[in-house]
C-alpha cells in the first residue's frame, strides 16, 4: 500500500516537472514584442523670402488743413462803401479780378480833375517862362562887348532860377494826377486769384477810413496742410530747389485723395508733442472746395524716396526684443538680432547685414522650440500669410 502510493507520487511529480520544462522552453523561445516611443514630426514652419531689394518708402503722417494765402481786405482809401461783391460773406466765391468791395469814387474822380487842370496850369506857366528866358538871352546878346557880367549874373539874366522853378511845379503837379489816378483806382478792390470769404467786418453804405479792415479771404485754389512726423525723417524728404519739385504727398480725406507737394518744414517742434512740423500745398478745385474744409484733420503719405539693399518683413517677424527667428540654409532654426532701417505701418525695413546666406524669414509664432532645432517650412505670402501657389504642400521642406 505504501509502495504503490510512492510510485503515484513519483509519477505525478515527473509529469509535473516535465510540464514546468516544457512552459520554461515556450517563454525563451518566444518572439519578443518591442514597444518603442514614437518620435515627434518635425515642426512646420512659415517662412518668407529674404531677398534684398530696392524699396519705395512713405512717410505716415497727420495734420490739420491751414490756408495757404490769408488775406485781410483793407481799402487803401477812405470813404463810403458803394458796393460789394454779392458773394462778399463767409463761405462765399469771388472770382480773380471782380470788385471785392467799391468806395465811393466820385471825390476821387473830383480830385483827378483838379489836379490835370493844375498840370494844364503848370505847362502854361512853363512855357512863359520859355519865352521870358528867349527874350532875356536876346538882350544879353545885344549888350555883348559893352559889358561885362560873371556867371551868377549872367544865370540870373536869362532867368535860369526861374525856369527851374516852373519845371519843378510842372514836375510836382503831373505826380499829383499820378497819385489822383492811384486814389481812383484803388477805390476797387480785387484780387488776382479765386478767393473763399472767412470774414465780413463791414457792409454797403458804412464810411471806412483808409486801411480799415473790411473782411478776410483766402486763396481758393491753394491750400496748405501741416503735418507732423518724427524730427528723424526729416532728411529723407525733398524740398523744392532749383525748378524741381518737392516730395509728393497723398492727402487722404473722407474718401478723397488729393495730391501735393511738401514746399516747407518749420524750424520749430511742436511743443507738446515734440514732432516736426512739414507744410504741403494742394491744389483744390475751388467748385469742390467743400470736399476739404479748412481747419479738417487729414492723413497724408510722403513719397520719402527709396531704400537699397533692404529686406521687407511683416512686423509680427521681429520680436518686441529686437530679435528675428530665421531658418538657415541647413534648415535648422536661429536667431538673428535685427538690424531696421525703416518701419512702415505694416512693415519693416531690415538691412541686408541682418541676414545670412541662405536665411528665410520666420513669420509663425515659435513656441518650445530652440535654436538649432530642425523644422521644416512653407513659403508663404508676407501680406496675406497664405501658402504660395508654388508651394502648397504642408509637408515640404525647404533648405
Same mark, same amino acid.
Given at each position: 500500500m505504501k509502495q504503490s502510493t510512492l510510485v503515484r507520487a513519483f509519477v505525478l511529480l515527473l509529469v509535473a516537472g516535465g510540464f514546468a520544462a516544457a512552459g520554461w522552453q515556450l517563454m525563451q523561445t518566444a518572439p519578443k514584442s518591442s514597444r518603442e516611443r514614437p518620435q515627434a514630426p518635425t515642426p512646420l514652419l512659415d517662412v518668407i523670402d529674404s531677398r534684398a531689394d530696392r524699396y519705395p518708402v512713405e512717410l505716415a503722417a497727420a495734420g490739420t488743413v491751414t490756408s495757404a494765402y490769408e488775406l485781410e481786405i483793407r481799402p487803401q482809401v477812405g470813404g463810403r462803401i458803394a458796393t460789394m461783391h454779392p458773394e462778399f460773406e463767409p463761405g462765399g466765391r469771388i472770382p480773380a479780378g471782380m470788385p471785392i468791395v467799391e468806395i465811393e469814387?466820385?471825390?476821387?474822380?473830383?480830385?483827378?480833375?483838379?489836379?490835370e487842370a493844375d498840370v494844364a496850369k503848370a505847362r502854361a506857366t512853363a512855357a512863359l517862362e520859355q519865352g521870358r528866358s528867349v527874350v532875356a538871352r536876346e538882350e544879353l546878346d545885344?549888350?555883348?562887348g559893352s559889358l561885362e557880367v560873371d556867371a551868377t549874373s549872367r544865370a540870373l539874366a536869362l532867368r535860369r532860377p526861374q525856369r527851374r522853378q516852373v519845371e519843378a511845379d510842372l514836375v510836382t503837379a503831373e505826380n499829383r494826377v499820378s497819385q489822383a489816378r492811384l486814389d481812383l483806382d484803388r477805390t476797387a478792390v480785387s484780387l488776382p486769384f479765386d478767393v473763399i470769404v472767412l470774414e465780413r467786418a463791414r457792409v454797403a453804405g458804412e464810411v471806412v477810413a483808409a486801411r480799415e479792415l473790411v473782411g478776410r479771404v483766402t486763396r481758393a485754389d491753394r491750400y496748405w496742410i501741416e503735418l507732423r512726423t518724427q524730427p528723424a525723417q526729416l532728411a529723407r524728404l525733398r524740398l523744392p530747389r532749383d525748378g524741381m519739385p518737392g516730395a509728393r504727398v497723398a492727402v487722404l480725406h473722407d474718401g478723397e485723395t488729393f495730391a501735393g507737394e511738401i514746399v516747407r518744414i518749420r524750424a520749430d517742434l511742436a511743443g507738446d508733442s515734440r514732432l516736426a512740423g512739414v507744410i504741403a500745398e494742394i491744389a483744390v478745385d475751388p467748385e469742390n472746395r467743400h470736399r476739404l474744409l479748412l481747419g479738417s484733420y487729414v492723413e497724408a503719405r510722403i513719397d520719402a524716396g527709396f531704400i537699397d539693399d533692404a529686406v521687407a518683413v511683416p512686423r509680427r517677424a521681429v520680436g518686441d526684443n529686437g530679435r528675428v527667428w530665421v531658418v538657415d540654409g /541647413?534648415?535648422?532654426l536661429q536667431v538673428r538680432q535685427a538690424d531696421v532701417v525703416w518701419q512702415a505701418a505694416q512693415r519693416l525695413m531690415l538691412s541686408?547685414?541682418?541676414?545670412?546666406?541662405? /536665411?528665410?524669414v520666420v513669420v509663425s509664432r515659435i513656441s518650445g522650440l530652440v535654436p538649432g532645432a530642425k523644422v521644416r517650412t512653407r513659403t508663404v505670402d508676407p501680406d496675406s500669410g497664405r501658402p504660395r501657389a508654388d508651394d502648397l504642400s504642408p509637408g515640404r521642406t525647404n533648405g
Open positions: 469814387a466820385d471825390d476821387y474822380r473830383l480830385a483827378l480833375e483838379a489836379a545885344s549888350l555883348k /541647413d534648415g535648422l541686408v547685414k541682418t541676414l545670412h546666406t541662405g /536665411d528665410r
